[in-house]
């Protein structure tokens, strides 16, 4: 999965300067065959990582606790602290494109200093009250941080210590692990100023999902990821289907609120009750 959606990324997105992160389960081998298969420019292994961030968080300690107890949190601590000084720029390997686009990873002047995937829910390590309040996380409405670019200024490791130093937010992101690396991303975009890619564009692959002529990439979460093999099939031996690169829109976000975040939670809970 990863060779194919990777080769895919540097085939359809100009410019691309492909880093891969380990998160500690490549095998010597596995990272041989990447070297081999796509145009690595770098590879992070996950012992060489942990103690470059060891150094880096030795002064957040919420955020180094946080990188230990959930492998996820790599991709918030690492990818952005790695990037030196450049924007990041950042692409799950279960992310395939289908065709070339332009400017995608390019800051645009008065644009927003983040842009991500939309998601057709509110996929995040949070409870409705943790929105309210004076203390309260402020989350743009359905984030996906499967793909996204982020100004590096703007990443704010001072708002993640005391983020993750709260009790309440602590115990929820235990609780619902899956996205609380997604929550943080989330929660800094919202600071930062936010945009989504048009999903008609980029998507999240969810039951209703359907390859169409302007699909420019789509993420295969866990609970869709058995459609990768189809959609493969269904598209080998497929030329370009337009000539001109698409640019993707990008949509200013709205604020997620604790009723419709409720309400996201609740829907999503019925639907697992039922089978669907």
Not at 52 to 57: C, F, G, H
């Given at each position: 999965m990863g060779l194919t959606c990777l080769d895919a990324v540097v085939r359809c997105v100009a410019g691309v300067r492909l880093v891969v992160h380990d998160d500690g389960t490549l095998t010597d081998e596995d990272v041989a065959c990447l070297a081999k298969g796509l145009p690595v420019a770098e590879m992070l292994r996950r012992r060489q990582a942990?103690?470059?961030?060891?150094?880096?968080?030795?002064?957040y300690p919420a955020c180094a606790r946080a990188r230990r107890e959930n492998v996820?949190?790599?991709k918030?601590?690492?990818?952005?602290?790695?990037?030196?000084?450049?924007?990041?720029?950042?692409?799950?390997?279960?992310?395939?494109f289908f065709r070339a686009t332009s400017c995608l990873f390019e800051r645009t002047p008065g644009g927003p200093a983040a842009v991500f995937m939309q998601d057709s829910n509110h996929a995040y390590s949070a409870r409705p009250w943790h929105l309210l309040g004076p203390e309260a996380m402020r989350l743009p409405g359905h984030l996906n941080s499967g793909l996204f670019m982020f100004r590096r200024d703007r990443f704010d490791l001072d708002y993640l210590e005391w983020l993750l130093s709260r009790e309440a937010i602590r115990a929820v992101f235990a609780h619902i692990s899956v996205w609380a690396e997604q929550t943080c991303w989330a929660a800094l975009a919202h600071?930062?100023?936010c945009g989504l890619w048009d999903a008609e564009c980029i998507a999240v692959v969810d039951a209703d999902w359907t390859l169409e002529h302007r699909t420019v990439a789509a993420h295969f979460v866990s609970s869709s990821r058995h459609r990768l093999?189809?959609?493969l099939q269904q598209t080998q031996g497929a030329g370009a289907r337009e000539p001109?690169?698409?640019t993707v829109p990008v949509i200013e976000s709205r604020e997620c609120s604790a009723y419709e975040l409720g309400r996201s939670q609740i829907v999503r809970r019925l639907r697992r009750a039922c089978g669907f």
């Open positions: 942990d103690e470059i961030m060891q150094e880096r968080l030795s002064r996820l949190m790599l918030l601590f690492d990818v952005a602290l790695m990037s030196g000084d450049a924007d990041i720029r950042y692409c799950d390997t279960d992310v395939l600071r930062a100023g093999a189809e959609v001109a690169p698409l």
